[in-house]
């Protein structure tokens, strides 16, 4: 049975994610992939290297270092397997963004699946499978809106 400890663990990773990504800090958020696989809408990414290659690729980054966003992650389920160390876990996001020519609006949601390891007794993420389900204008937010990847 997991603890209130594990359930803690794994919730902020996946809200240090979506900090990390609306800070602008793709090298930071990208270590949270050491050792995991990223899947989007393309092919799956291995490694914090390749994950932060993507994310410069596609994220537009303004003038403060930031792509303007604000990740609301909810809905967030988390089953563990003990025998295994494993935990699974499943939410919703929505991307809010505002540039100067861009008001407020959501322009992306969807959900992410997500399965974590414990290694050394800390929680890491093994893998996120990012599925868009509704977007709005991403033209501010990615350099290929045609290939919706969060």
Known sequence: MSTAADTVAVTNLIAEYAELIDAG???????????????????????SAAV????????????DGTPRTHHAITNIAIEFDEETGTAT???YFTVFQAVSDFPLQPVAAGKYRDRFERHDGRWRFA????????????SHHLRMPDAVQE
């Not at 793709?26 to 490694?47: E, K, P």
Request: hydrophobic share 50%.
């Open 25 to 47: 800090d793709f090298a930071g958020a990208s270590a949270l992939f050491a050792d995991g696989v990223f899947i989007g809408s393309g092919a799956a990414v291995r490694g």
């Open 52 to 63: 932060e290659r993507m994310f410069r690729a596609m994220v537009i980054r303004y003038e």
């Open 89 to 91: 876990a499943r939410s």
């Open 127 to 138: 893998e996120r499978q990012v599925h868009i389900t509704l977007t709005g204008d991403l």
